[in-house]
């Protein structure tokens, strides 16, 4: 591909995921060109349809996440601290509006394309073993999993609207107070 073609292609993939995240998956196409810079046409010749440009927004989400762990993992001293700044980082409101809206999809839409398997694995993978590496450092709980923080941002940023009033109002708040209570300090005894 060319390079300003694969310019264009960039542009229209990020204001795509703009525009959804702030009108939801039935933006129109027009508002999208405009927020590119680019023309109609242009956008049609690289996504013929709806569905296409949607799918490759979904790729290029799940691969902003790969990313943005990736770099929590080198900023950050520790592991609990990488978890911590990833989590906030997921659930930042554009971030959350575009997850949300993008949950509104039929699963298929984009869970069942190979690139989104693939950055979704990644991430997956290495939020994984930072959880291991927090439980081996004594700063996570033991009984906390990926599955549990991947939880908590499906509700977070996928579905706020099932958030209790209070909690929708200030998300940030109570997603920090749940991440306080899956550090190993927080722990409590079944008994």
Known sequence: ???????????????????????????????IAKRAGVGVGTLYRRFPDRHALIAAVGDHYVHTMAQALDEAARSSSDAWGAIWDFVSWVAEPGRAALATALAELPEEAVVDRVEFARSRGRWMEQLDALVRQAQADGSIRPDVGVEDLVHLLNVFTCHPDKLPAPVAADPAKYLHLMLDGMKSTAATSAS
Request: glycine content about 4%; proline content about 3%.
């Open 1 to 31: 591909m060319r390079a300003d073609a694969r310019r264009n292609l960039d542009k229209i993939v990020e204001a795509a995921a703009e525009i959804v995240a702030e009108r939801g998956v039935n933006a129109p196409m027009e508002a």
